[in-house]
């Protein structure tokens, strides 16, 4: 096969970039063009098309690969407590810390939010963690989950888990919420999946009226666009109440202005307070 073209300012990219936002129903404007010209390439090399036009012909005419390209995408990659170290300071600093603060308040409801939660393993992280807690009885708390993958959604509402996606949980978390399906399977108990909505939505398309304790958008803004960044972190920033948490991905940094708008508490580990 000749070699994969490249050119992201191509017009042949472009009309590509287009006709797939098109196709799959998203707005791919807003995803750096390196990050979709992998994803192609990817696809590219499977069904021997080196051109982007030439792909884009296989693509209308094979409906399939529709799908085969809306998976990868996608980047559904993520497991419970990703990165343990920064959920141990979930679990023993950011929990207590918004607990301690509803014994003050007259609102005894957490609001959270899990953007771009893929197949539920982080929202359901965050409710092991809470209910590790052992939050007082008037204090409840509500988890809002979002992503655009309604296939991820399904999974995350059956919440049955392969081995190596529970690993970093410890071995009372296993005892304690998870049932054994059979030796590859894990199922979650009622407890914490009831902590949990699920809801499909795109982020850039998401209206962010509610104000939150809690929001954990980790490792998908790696995908975005520099400009698409900047914007969604100011509006999530915007959603949080004055000292709420935003926890971010390990490999992602807030840029201004919500970065002016946030103190660290443990920026190595990406986690933020409102001002
Ligand atoms: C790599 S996963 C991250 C999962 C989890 N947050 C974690 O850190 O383990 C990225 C998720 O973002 C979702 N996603 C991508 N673009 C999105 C968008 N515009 N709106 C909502 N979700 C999106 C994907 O479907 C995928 O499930």
């Known amino acids: ?66 799908e085969n390209l809306r998976e990868l995408l996608a980047v559904n990659v993520t497991k419970f407590k990703r990165d343990k170290k920064v959920w141990d300071t979930i679990e023993d600093q950011v929990i207590p810390q918004i607990l301690e603060r509803k014994k003050e308040s007259i609102l005894k409801k957490i609001e959270a939010w899990s953007a771009g939660c893929s197949t539920g393993e982080e929202p359901y992280s965050l409710a092991i963690s809470y209910l590790n807690n052992r939050p007082p009885d008037d204090v409840s708390l509500r988890i809002k989950a979002t992503d655009l993958d309604e296939k991820a959604l399904d999974f995350a509402r059956n919440a049955e888990y392969p081995a190596k996606s529970v690993k970093n949980l410890s071995r009372s978390d296993m005892k304690i919420y998870l049932e054994k399906e059979d030796d590859e399977r894990w199922g979650l108990k009622d407890e914490v999946k009831d902590l949990v909505n699920y809801k499909e939505s795109d982020i850039f398309e998401t209206s962010f009226t509610k104000k939150f304790d809690l929001i954990l958008c980790r490792n998908l803004m790696i995908y975005f666009t520099g400009e698409s960044k900047t914007e969604l972190m100011e509006r999530l920033v915007e959603s949080l109440k004055d000292g709420g948490f935003l926890i971010i991905g390990m490999s992602e940094n807030l840029r201004s202005p919500a970065k002016e708008k946030v103190e660290s508490f443990d920026l190595k580990k990406r986690i933020f307070i409102k001002k």
């Open 1 to 66: 096969m000749e070699k994969l073209e490249r050119d992201t300012d191509s017009k042949s990219f472009k009309r590509l970039k287009n006709e797939v936002s098109r196709m799959i129903g998203v707005d791919y404007d807003n995803y750096s063009r390196s990050h979709l010209r992998r994803r192609f390439h990817a696809r590219m090399r499977v069904v021997e098309t080196p051109r982007f036009i030439d792909y884009l012909n296989y693509l209308k005419r094979n409906e399939e690969e529709i």
